[in-house]
C-alpha cells in the first residue's frame, strides 16, 4: 500500500466566551479583514467564524465559536458550555474572552470550571480594557485562576499583539510539515513574483530543461507542477452530526472491512482509512471522527464537536464530501463549512443525504432541489452535487466517482497558448470595466499551480480589476476547461504594456498566433506587487 503523505494540519485557536464579550471582534482583528471569494454567502448569522491568522511568522486556524450553530434555541450559559466542551474537545489552544465592564459572571465561572479541564493551554482575554483605569480593574479576572490574564480592546487593538505573543508561544511547536508546507507556500509567491518580473518563463510539463532554466539560481520553479500523481485520492466526508456520515461509509465500505487498513493519522486519535476504489487507491481522512452509525448524536456527546475537526480534515484533504440531510435542507453551518473549503483550495462534493425521505419525487426534484440551493449559495456553484440514500445504498458509489473525478479536476493543466485564446475571445466579448485608474487591460495569462488550478493575470490597472470581473473570466474558465468541483485561484498582476523588454519567451508559447503573446515583463512593472500580493493571493497554498 502506498505511503500517504501527512500534510499538518494547522493548529486551531478557538476564541470561546459569552455573547457580546467581543469575540467575534477580536476574531475579525486577528484575522484581518481579508476578503475572500465567500463574501456572499448566504444564511450565516455570521460573515465568516473560521479564518487563518498569522502572527511572527506562526500561522494557525482562528474560530469564533459564537458563530458556531451549537442548540440554537438554549439559553446563553448552556450555549458557552457547550462551544467551550467544542474548544476542549479539538482546539489546540484556547483563548477565553471575558468583559471587564461587565465583569465576573456566572455564566463566565462556569466556562471556567469546564476550561480548566482542557489539556490545551486557555488565555484569559479581558476585553473592552480601552484604557488604563479598566485595565487595572480587569484584574478581577485572575480570579478565575488561570495564572496570567490579557487585557485587551479587540476594538481598538490594544493588548491584542501581547496576546498573541501569548497564543504563539503557547502553540505547540511548529511541525517539520508545517515549515515545509511554509516553505512550499513561499516558493509558490516568489514564483507568482518572478513569473511577473519575466524573469522566470513557465516551465512546461516534462520540459526537463526549461525546469532546469526556470529553477537555475533560485529553485523556485519545481515546486509548481510537483507532481502529485502517485499519492493517493484523499478525501474527508464532513457534515453536521446525524447527517448520515457514519451511514455512507459503512455504505461504501460494507460490512466486509477486511480490504480496510487502519492507520493513524497525525491529529489526536484520528484514523485514517485506506480504501481501494477501482484504479485508485483512496483515503478517507479522520474516519475516527466519525461515530459508529446509529448511535444518535446529541446531549453531551463528544460527537457533537465535530465541526473543528472537520476543519484539520478539510486540511489534511485533496476533496471534502459535504453530506447535507436532504431534508432539513443547508443550514449555515453546513455553509461555513463548505466556505471554508472553498477558501482552502480543497475540491468540493456535495451529497443531499437521505433522498429517500423526500416525499412525492418528481424526475424534476433533484434539479430543482439543485437549482434552489446553487441560489442561495452560488459562491458554491462549482461544486458537483448528488442526492443519495446512505440508507438503501442509492447512489452512493457515486459519490466516490465524483470524488474521484474532482480529484483529476483540479490536477489539470491548460497549456499557455490555449488559456490566452480563452481570455482573449472573452475580453473581446466583455472588457473589464474601468476602475478608478481606468479600464484594466489583460494582456497575458499563465497558469502557475495545480491543486487548486491557479492563474496569474498580468494586465493593466490590475488592482482595478473588479470581482465580478474576475468571476466573470472564472466562468469562462470553468465553460472551457471544467474544472468541476475545485475552487480556481486567479491572481492578478501588474504590468505595464504588452510590449517584450528583454525578458525570456515561454517556449511554445504564441507561436504563429499573433496576439497570443508571452510577455515577460519590464522591471518598472514589478512596482505594485508586493502591494496586490496580500489581496490577490490571501495566503494560498498550491501543494
Ligand atoms: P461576541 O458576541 O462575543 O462575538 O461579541 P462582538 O464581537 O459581537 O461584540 C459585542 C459588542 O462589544 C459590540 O457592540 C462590540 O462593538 C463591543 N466590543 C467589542 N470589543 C470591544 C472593546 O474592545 N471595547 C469596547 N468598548 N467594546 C467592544
Ligand atoms: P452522522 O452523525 O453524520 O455520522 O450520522 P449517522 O450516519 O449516524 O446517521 C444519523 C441518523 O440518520 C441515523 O439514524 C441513520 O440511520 C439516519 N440516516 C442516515 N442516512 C440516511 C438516509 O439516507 N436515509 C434515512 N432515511 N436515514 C438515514
Do not use: C
Not at 471569494?37 to 474560530?63: H, K, L, P, Q, S
Not at 516551465?203 to 526556470?214: F, H, K, L, N, T
Request: proline share 6%; charged share 30%; glycine share 8%.
Amino acid at each position: 500500500m502506498a505511503h500517504t503523505p501527512r500534510v499538518t494540519p494547522l493548529p486551531i485557536v478557538a476564541i470561546v466566551g459569552r455573547p457580546n464579550v467581543g469575540k467575534s471582534t477580536l476574531f475579525n482583528r486577528v484575522v484581518g479583514h481579508r476578503k475572500a471569494i465567500v463574501e456572499d454567502r448566504a444564511r450565516t448569522t455570521r460573515d465568516r467564524i473560521y479564518g487563518d491568522g498569522e502572527w511572527n511568522g506562526r500561522r494557525f486556524i482562528v474560530v469564533d465559536t459564537g458563530g458556531l450553530e451549537v442548540h440554537p434555541g438554549d439559553p446563553i450559559e448552556e450555549k458557552v458550555q457547550e462551544q467551550a466542551r467544542l474548544a476542549i474537545a479539538e482546539a489546540d489552544l484556547i483563548v477565553f474572552v471575558v468583559d471587564s465592564i461587565a465583569g465576573l459572571t456566572p455564566s463566565d465561572q462556569e466556562a471556567a470550571e469546564l476550561l480548566r479541564v482542557a489539556t490545551a493551554p486557555v488565555l484569559v482575554a479581558a476585553n473592552k480594557a480601552d484604557n488604563d483605569k479598566r485595565e487595572l480593574e480587569a484584574a478581577e479576572f485572575y480570579s478565575l485562576g488561570w495564572e496570567e490574564t490579557y487585557p485587551i480592546s479587540a476594538a481598538h487593538g490594544r493588548g491584542v499583539a501581547d496576546l498573541l505573543d501569548a497564543v504563539v508561544w503557547a502553540l505547540p511547536p511548529e511541525s517539520e510539515a508545517e515549515v515545509s508546507r511554509k516553505r512550499r507556500e513561499a516558493k509558490a509567491d516568489a514564483w507568482a513574483k518572478e513569473m511577473a518580473s519575466g524573469r522566470l518563463s513557465r516551465v512546461r510539463d516534462g520540459d526537463a530543461e526549461a525546469i532546469e532554466m526556470a529553477a537555475e539560481g533560485d529553485g523556485t520553479a519545481e515546486m509548481v507542477f510537483e507532481d502529485e500523481a502517485e499519492h493517493p485520492v484523499s478525501i474527508a466526508l464532513v457534515g453536521r452530526p446525524n447527517v448520515g456520515k457514519s451511514s455512507l461509509l459503512n455504505a461504501l465500505l460494507g460490512e466486509d472491512r477486511a480490504i480496510v487498513s487502519d492507520i493513524p493519522g497525525t491529529t489526536r486519535d484520528a484514523i485514517d482509512t485506506h480504501v481501494q476504489w477501482g484504479r485508485s487507491e483512496i483515503v478517507l481522512i479522520d474516519t475516527a471522527g466519525i461515530k459508529r452509525p446509529g448511535k444518535v448524536a446529541g446531549g453531551m456527546a463528544a460527537e457533537r464537536y465535530s465541526t473543528l475537526r472537520a476543519l484539520k480534515a478539510v486540511e489534511r484533504a485533496d476533496v471534502a464530501v459535504l453530506l447535507v440531510d436532504a431534508f432539513e435542507g443547508l443550514t449555515a453551518q453546513d455553509a461555513h463549512i463548505a466556505g471554508f473549503v472553498a477558501e482552502e483550495g480543497r475540491g468540493l462534493v456535495i451529497a443531499l443525504n437521505k433522498w429517500d425521505l423526500l416525499a412525492e419525487k418528481t424526475d424534476r426534484s433533484f434539479d430543482e432541489y439543485v437549482v434552489a440551493m446553487r441560489r442561495e449559495v452560488p459562491f458554491l456553484d462549482f461544486a458537483p452535487v448528488v442526492s443519495i440514500s446512505a440508507k438503501t445504498g442509492q447512489r452512493v458509489a457515486r459519490v466516490l466517482e465524483l470524488a474521484v473525478d474532482v480529484w483529476g479536476e483540479r490536477r489539470k493543466r491548460i497549456p499557455t497558448p490555449e488559456l490566452n485564446r480563452i481570455i482573449r475571445a472573452a475580453s473581446l466579448r466583455q472588457a473589464p470595466p474601468a476602475g478608478k485608474l481606468g479600464p484594466p487591460k489583460i494582456f497575458y495569462a499563465t497558469q502557475v499551480a495545480v491543486a487548486p488550478p491557479t492563474f496569474v493575470f498580468f494586465a493593466r490597472h490590475a488592482e482595478g480589476v473588479h470581482f465580478s470581473y474576475q468571476r466573470f473570466l472564472e466562468n469562462q474558465l470553468r465553460e472551457e476547461f471544467g474544472f468541476d468541483g475545485t475552487p480556481l485561484r486567479l491572481i492578478f498582476r501588474e504590468r505595464a504594456s504588452a510590449r517584450l523588454e528583454g525578458g525570456v519567451r515561454p517556449r511554445g508559447a504564441g507561436k504563429g498566433k499573433p496576439g497570443v503573446r508571452a510577455i515577460p515583463g519590464s522591471k518598472h512593472s514589478r512596482k505594485g506587487i508586493s502591494a496586490s500580493k496580500r489581496t490577490q493571493t490571501g495566503n494560498r497554498k498550491p501543494q
